[in-house]
């Protein structure tokens, strides 16, 4: 079974132009500082809820 013939022109240079006033501008989101957070369980608290949810 065959999937139709490859032609190689087809897949030839594929200039794309993109303006950059359409892009994402990746600084607006620039973030320094710290995340702090606590889980306020123990990791076997979370395991066993975690089993408790599975069985459900």
């Known amino acids: 079974m065959g ?3 490859y032609d190689e022109s ?4 594929q200039n794309v132009d993109f ?3 359409d892009g994402v ?3 607006e989101a620039k973030h320094e500082g710290e ?3 606590e889980i306020g369980a123990s990791n076997d608290e979370l395991l066993d809820k975690l089993k ?3 069985e459900e």
Request: hydrophobic share 20%.
């Open 3 to 5: 999937f139709g013939s």
């Open 10 to 13: 087809e897949q030839g240079d």
């Open 19 to 21: 303006d950059e006033e």
């Open 25 to 27: 501008e990746t600084s």
């Open 35 to 37: 995340i702090d957070f």
């Open 52 to 54: 408790d949810i599975k």
